[in-house]
Nanobody, 125 residues
């Protein structure tokens, strides 16, 4: 059974850091994994993406320079290091597998599958 499980969310003060994990099981081969978030009252939006094949990364403008995505294929895990967090980063964070291609090709949610259950990130003083 192919599955993604997110973890690492929690409460954090503005300016703080968190590291999210996306652990996968049951998958074979290479593909892209994306991180998305859903802020309160807003639609789900893409945040970052990585190719499990060669580690090529992509970020949306709002997180460039603050978030770092990386992979550990030996552990079947993709991480999202989030630094200098602000209240705008509050939301439920999800990871998902891009349905086709090794490399990130945008953040249209319908292009992704095997969504995890999400992990809550709350940035507040």
């Amino acid at each position: 059974q192919m599955q993604l499980v997110e973890s690492g969310g929690g409460p954090v003060q503005p300016g703080g850091s968190l590291r999210l994990s996306c652990a996968r099981s049951g998958f074979k081969g290479y593909f892209a994994i994306g991180w998305f978030r859903r802020a309160p009252g807003k639609d789900r939006e893409g945040v970052s993406c990585i190719s499990t094949r060669d580690g090529t990364t992509d970020y949306v403008d709002s997180v460039k320079g603050r978030f770092t995505i990386y992979r550990d294929n030996a552990k079947n895990t993709v991480y999202l290091q989030m630094d200098r967090l602000s209240s705008d980063d509050t939301g439920v964070y999800f990871c998902a597998v891009q349905r086709s291609g090794y490399y990130c090709a945008g953040y249209e949610p319908s292009d992704y599958g095997y969504w995890g259950q999400g992990t809550q990130v709350t940035v507040s003083s």
